[in-house]
């Protein structure tokens, strides 16, 4: 037994270790180094940027859509519409509801509605900055407990951020929705982040859709129509919401 017990703490550091080499691998990298790998710079245009940057900013663990400028003209322009909030996002996420608290959860979620808008006053450094986001739920699935009652609901929801707050999202889900969002190592109560971290669950946060206001985009002749670009989140998405498990590795969907 004891030799037993030596081998899973030898496996449990030899995977902490090979985890923690990942990350100092990636230590450093952002998406202004990565760009260059895989945009190609404006030629022969002038006011040409020597290297593509984004112009908003996309937290690091959150995938999809990224706009990106290529000239000091629409780094200006594009810049603005999202300083000034005319620039329109669409994230997909998958929450989970834990109803039981003797699952360890936060229990039932606190607004009910399928649609509406949530509000906090405690973003930002100083907890002190407004925040403000529209949702939508689009699907959920319930999961019964032994006792036949819904311990565990995921939902695939859509938020719309009306301000830009850093971690709006993951904050809004875990205190206003009283749903973390799956995968979510920070936000939860500690039996959620535990489990995201133990079985290496993706953040399941994508930033699906952009609409850009034509005003942001003046070398763009599209007769005053704004510019949407959207795009489907990953499978593993719809695996995840299909699976009879809350609690499997996500990683080898």
Known sequence: NNNNNNNNNNNKNNKEEELEEDISELAGWNLDRVLPYIVKPAENVEG????????????SLTGGLVVCAKTRRA???????FRDRAARKRYRA????????????????????????ITSKDMGPNNDQYAETEFAI??????DDNDGGNAIAKVLIDFYPKTGR???????AEKQLNMPILGDTRYGDKAHRENAKQKNIR??????EITLPAEAMPWRDAGGEPLNVRVPEPAFFKKSMDASDVFWNVSTL
């Open 48 to 59: 040409a940027l020597h290297r593509p940057r984004p112009v908003h900013r996309l937290d």
């Open 75 to 81: 780094s200006k322009t594009l810049s603005e519409a």
């Open 94 to 117: 998958v929450l989970i509801e834990y109803a039981n608290h003797r699952k360890g959860g936060l229990g039932k979620r606190k607004i009910n509605e399928k649609r509406g808008t």
């Open 138 to 143: 689009c699907d959920e699935t319930n999961e």
């Open 166 to 172: 850093t971690h709006q999202l993951r904050r809004h």
């Open 203 to 208: 953040l399941h946060l994508f930033a699906a």
